[in-house]
């Protein structure tokens, strides 16, 4: 499904060239539970971005199922992870004018879903992730775990072939975190969604079925 | 979507309130100022386009080789008449007429009324509307007359008034009833009834009544008559004009023909161009500073959204990150300045009944009520927002939307930085707007003040002036000056005296002077006044040489005395023109014997050079108007009554109109007092635009760098350290702003004032005033707004990382 080769991104500082990323290469497959796991620093935000398509290596080949996303243009490349990929954040980046209702919506009005389908596809999905009563409020009425569960039903709710997680459990305590993940190993195993996750935590790292090691931009353990 | 944009727009203008109501505040004042002008300029633009056949209206307009030879607005009595019967093919119809001022009265109401005796197709031909009458035969028999529906009122109190009677006096002092035979509706605007401020007529008398009058229209001898063509479809108005020459120069003498060439001017150009397109000129400058000031409140709106891009910049990233294209996000940004655009628009509508007589006032106008304007108005409102909405989001939605996700996702200003130059080029752009706006409103201000503070080389105060009844031939003018005399035993009176002219500029007439024996050929185009032998010493106008007019005794020939100008332009020593006779061409053509030499006195406005002028005898000119009172210092009040009950005396039934000399000098300058009005009006609104912008960014500013301000707190820095670093991005601002104001500001106010043949320099001071005012003010703003950050307890909004 993901296929990187050789993958570097650096950045310069003065003189010195800075690697961010340093001869990736990497393979995931349809229905993984991968866990990026390094010290701060290494480079595991980096690499989910490139895996997500919003950011771009500076050298090195990637594929996505069949496409050469290192030759796509921004457009194709938007068209590509708009429609294949869920983001979650460690920060949940709700929108903060919108209701929650409203927030796990957007997205299907990027991609130009009938109102009438939007409908039910929001309503299930408030249902599956029992916040219903919560649809009229805003972010900043809600707790951070139901905030970050609002976000992952609106990374869902595009029925993507991946989501990718970057520290979802960061700003949540312990409980929270364990209902997150909780959820994400359900959505793996019985949805088959394919999920990469960025995480400090062993004990996160533990839900996945496979865990990468990251120093200084390199791969240290797969 | 688009429901989901406005949704969000409204909840973020909701949010951020101050952003919001600065934002819409500035462009609603603008929006307001510009629907002032706009309605202002639609006003002045559809005068006389309501007239029936506009297209085909013109007015005879006479060029003179020498401008102080004769009226350009006039010409003789019958060449309308004349075109009309020799070239019917050409012209359609014609129209004259001869105004008249004269006392008409209606039992105890009395008053002095600008009367307009012409030919009695008028109505037909322009298509004026009568409430009540005929139109074919309303304006045919003698001794009736036509009145608009606003004078049925003032002299009856009701409109109905067709079979009544109202008394006019004539010139000798006669009087007749004329019966009314038309009741006109309100004219739209238009040059026949409105021609210019001294011919405001609202009473319309046939032509064969103007004999009562002793005037006559049908004679080559009168070059005073207004004249009107209806032209025939495809008639060319420049042939019709050399045709018009060629009628003239038939029926005038060669001397004068060769003097005057008449030609046509549409009446729907007319308004516009006349009096040196002085109101063309002042709808170019309210237009500009109309778009100025609307291009300053797109300025702040531009300015406030992409300072506040750092808040939205997560937004912006989690859109994109979901699926959101570039287009999608400019839309968004598009909708949010369309809807703020929208709101100012419905405050602004709001602002304009609210401010309405506020600007009818500034622009001597009546403008419309809001519900007077058509649906089809409304829609161009509409469109205008809409399109004001785009014009001001475009450019903040391309920078924002065009944010890498990433970096916007981490809140990183990445390429955001390079837009601090031109967003503060724009901040440049309106403070330098702000400071030729008020620059130029000082500069007008001071020579407004100066038309009234310069010595005019005679004596204006405590004079009131009032118009006397005509009577013009040797009998009337004995009368007249036995009343001048019976108003100047009055104790209270220091002088009085009966004259045609006031120095108001309004001249009677020119004429061609020459010295006796020499021919006209030599001759001088001067200004005759018709002046009584106490018109100089009430108003105090100095003489450089001789005697006053009938002091010289013994002269058989008639008297008269000159200014300085009009002895060197007849290249004449002032110290040794006593004794010179002079012959003038018209006016019957009579020599007179020059007694004195007055100083040089600013008779007209400051605009003209003083011209050459003949104050002649008024008993050998036989003509009058005023009489002019001046009053000794005392209780003004008290002294005007006592003139009223004198007056009212000697003459009874007829109204005491006075006029201090004052007041009609500051209508001789009613353009600048408006445009001095509106530059101020102009001068608050940008202001206020440009503060509200300060204070904008200023609040913008504080909260992105409340952390670095804690950051300086805590190392140690007073209070005035961190406002002085807030200050000092501001008055670098201004002082740019200014340096490039002065030289603009200068450069418009030169070429303005040049127009003056009188005028102030323009020195340092109205440019270091405005300098300074925008410095203090801004400088004040910025040091109240962020003293509250600067005293905040630093630990708070460290913590906020």
Not at chain 2, 300 to 316: D, G, T, W, Y
Not at chain 2, 452 to 471: C, E, H, W
Not at chain 2, 496 to 522: C, H, L, M
Not at chain 2, 642 to 655: D, E, H, R, V
């Amino acid at each position: 499904m993901i296929r990187l080769e050789h993958i570097y991104k650096w950045i310069n500082n003065g003189a010195a060239r800075v690697f961010l990323l340093k001869d990736v290469s990497l393979t995931i497959n349809e229905g993984e539970f991968v866990s990026i796991m390094g010290p701060s620093g290494s480079g595991k935000s980096t690499l989910l971005n490139v895996i997500g398509m919003l950011d771009q290596a500076d050298e090195g080949n990637y594929f996505f199922f069949d496409d050469a996303v290192h030759q796509l243009k921004e457009k194709q490349r938007a068209k590509l992870y708009k429609k294949n990929i869920g983001f979650v954040f460690q920060a949940y980046h709700l929108i903060d004018e919108l209701t929650v209702y409203e927030n796990i919506e957007t997205p299907l009005l990027y991609h130009d879903v009938p109102s009438a389908e939007r409908k039910s596809l929001v309503a299930d999905m408030l249902d599956r992730f029992q916040i219903v009563g919560k649809k009229d409020l805003f972010p900043s009425q809600l707790s951070g775990g139901q905030q970050q569960l609002v976000g992952i039903a609106r990374a869902l709710i595009i029925k993507p072939k991946i989501i990718l997680a970057d520290e979802p459990t960061g700003n949540l305590n312990s409980k929270q975190g364990e209902e997150i993940m909780e959820l994400f190993s359900q959505l793996n195993q019985e949805q088959g969604v394919t999920i990469i996750q960025v995480t400090h935590s062993e004990k996160n790292a533990a839900y996945g079925s496979r865990i990468i090691q990251l120093l200084d931009g390199m791969i240290a353990e797969n | 979507m688009i429901k989901q944009y406005f949704t969000i727009a409204w909840r973020s203008l909701a949010k951020n309130k101050m952003f919001s109501l600065i934002n819409i505040f500035g462009l609603a004042a603008g929006i307001c100022f510009t629907i002032v002008i706009v309605a202002y300029c639609w006003l002045q633009l559809s005068v006389n386009r309501d007239l029936k056949n506009a297209d085909h209206q013109y007015i005879i307009q006479s060029d003179w080789k020498d401008k102080n030879a004769g009226f350009d607005l006039a010409t003789f009595g019958p060449l309308a008449m004349e075109m009309r019967r020799q070239y019917p093919e050409l012209v359609k119809n014609y129209f004259r007429f001869d105004g008249v001022t004269s006392n008409v009265s209606k039992n105890n109401t009395a008053f002095r009324e600008n009367i307009q005796i012409g030919d009695s197709q008028m109505i037909e031909m322009y298509g004026f509307k009568l409430l009540q009458g005929n139109p074919a035969t309303a304006m045919r028999e003698p001794f009736s007359a036509v009145i608009t529906e606003k004078q049925a009122i003032k002299y009856f109190g009701r409109k109905d008034v067709l079979g009544e009677s109202i008394t006019i006096e004539s010139f000798n002092g006669s009087k007749k009833e004329f019966r009314i035979t038309g009741v006109m509706k309100t004219p739209p605007p238009n040059s026949v009834t409105f021609l210019n401020r001294d011919n405001d007529n609202q009473i319309f008398l046939p032509e064969n009544t103007l004999s009562y009058f002793g005037r006559d229209l049908n004679t080559w001898q009168n070059q005073h008559i207004v004249g009107y063509l209806e032209l025939q479809p495809g008639a060319n108005a420049k042939r019709v004009g050399e045709l018009m020459k060629v009628t003239l120069s038939s029926n005038i003498s060669p001397d004068l023909a060769s003097q005057v060439r008449p030609y046509l001017v549409k009446l729907t150009d007319y308004h516009l161009g006349k009096e040196n397109a002085s109101v063309k000129k002042m709808l170019y400058t309210l237009a500009f500073i109309a778009l100025f000031i609307l291009g300053m409140a797109i300025v702040n709106f531009i300015n406030l959204s992409i300072s506040k891009a750092s808040e939205r910049m997560r937004e912006i990233g989690v859109r994109k990150v979901l699926g959101s294209s570039k287009a999608a996000l400019i839309a968004q940004f598009l909708s949010e300045s369309v809807l703020i655009v929208f709101i100012s628009t419905v405050l602004s509508v709001g602002l304009y009944a609210f401010l309405r007589p506020y600007f009818n006032g500034v622009l001597n106008t009546e403008l419309p009520e809001v519900f007077a304007y058509r649906p089809v108005q409304f829609f161009y409102l509409f469109v205008f927002a809409l399109v004001l909405g785009i014009a001001a989001g475009i450019y903040p939605a391309f920078i924002l939307s065009s944010l890498q996700s990433v970096d916007s996702l981490k809140g990183r200003l990445g390429s955001m930085q390079q837009n601090v130059l031109l967003r503060k080029a724009l901040i440049i752009l309106q403070f330098s707007t702000a400071a030729i706006v008020l620059s130029s409103a000082l500069l007008i201000s001071a020579q407004v003040d100066y038309f009234f503070s310069k010595d005019l080389g005679y004596n204006k105060d405590f004079i009131v002036t009032a118009q006397m009844p005509r009577n013009w031939n040797p009998e009337g003018i004995r009368k007249v000056e036995q009343l001048r005399d019976r108003f100047a035993e009055l104790p209270i009176v220091q002088n009085a005296t009966v004259s045609f002219e006031i120095p108001d500029g309004n001249i009677s007439g020119s004429s061609i002077i020459y010295r006796f024996g020499q021919d006209s050929s030599q001759g001088i185009a001067a200004q005759i006044l018709s002046v009584d032998k106490h018109y100089l010493d009430t108003y105090k106008i100095p003489l450089s040489a001789g005697l006053n007019i009938d002091n010289k005794a013994g002269s058989l020939l008639n008297q008269m005395v000159l200014n300085e100008s009009a002895c060197r332009a007849l290249k004449l020593d002032p110290q040794q023109a006593a004794g010179q006779r002079l012959r003038l061409v018209g006016w019957g053509g009579f020599v007179g014997e020059i007694v004195g030499v007055t100083k040089d006195i600013n008779f007209g406005p400051l605009q003209q050079k003083i011209a050459p002028q003949v104050y002649a005898d008024v008993k050998t000119v036989n003509i009058y108007r005023f009489i002019s009172i001046k009053l000794k210092a005392g209780n003004i009040p008290d002294e005007i009554q006592t003139l009223q009950n004198k007056w009212a005396s000697l003459l009874p039934g007829t109204p005491f109109e006075y006029r201090f000399m004052d007041e009609m000098l500051a209508k001789t300058y009613e353009t600048e007092l408006q445009l001095k009005k509106a530059a101020y009006a102009a001068t608050v609104l940008s202001i206020a635009i440009v503060l509200l912008g300060v204070i904008g960014l200023v609040a913008q500013n504080v909260s992105k760098r409340a952390r670095e301000i804690g950051i300086r707190k805590v190392l140690g820095s007073s209070i005035t350290g961190i406002i002085t670093l807030f200050l000092k991005e501001f008055i670098v601002i201004i002082i740019i702003a200014c340096l490039i104001a002065c030289p603009i500001g200068y450069l418009i106010m030169h070429r303005w004032l040049s127009d003056y043949a009188y005028h102030v320099a323009i020195n340092a001071v109205p440019f270091s005033i405005s300098v300074g005012i925008l410095l203090i003010v801004t400088i004040a703003l910025i040091a109240l707004q962020t003293f509250k950050t600067a005293i905040a307890n630093p630990v708070k909004s460290i913590r906020t990382e």
